[in-house]
């Protein structure tokens, strides 16, 4: 059984960084892409970085570019997710996901899910 387990979260002011991780078990991790998401309230679940199962390529939408970076260690069998300059409006719960493919940006489309970890930027 697959199990995700996303650490890191807190509370944080406007410009700071933290940096989240997610950690796998029950899967042959390294055989996997892995995303990261993001929901805040009263929003639908958003796309933050994708990374593949090599931890080779990785891709994060052009509005978050440049604050917020995605790794992996194998080793680990762990995901990270470092986030720099943080805005409230990166106020959210984080989750990661297991992808079926590298190119899968949607949602409904991860096999897996952690339970998420609780971002808030303060202004």
């Known amino acids: 059984q697959v199990q995700l387990v996303e650490s890191g979260g807190g509370l944080v002011q406007a410009g700071g960084s933290l940096r989240l991780s997610c950690s796998a078990s029950g899967v042959r991790f390294s055989d996997y892409p892995m995303d990261w998401f993001r929901q805040a309230p009263g929003k639908d679940r958003e796309f933050v970085a994708a990374?593949?199962?090599?931890?080779?390529?990785?891709f994060v939408p052009s509005s978050i570019k440049g604050r917020f970076t995605i790794s992996r260690d194998n080793a680990k069998n762990t995901v990270y997710l470092e986030m720099s300059s943080l805005q409230p409006e990166d106020t959210a719960v984080y989750y990661c996901?297991?992808?079926?493919?590298?190119?899968?940006?949607?949602?409904?489309?991860?096999?897996?899910w952690g339970k998420g970890t609780l971002v808030t930027v303060s202004s």
């Open positions: 990374i593949t199962a090599s931890g080779g390529q990785t």
């Open positions: 996901a297991l992808a079926p493919s590298y190119a899968y940006r949607d949602p409904r489309n991860m096999l897996a």
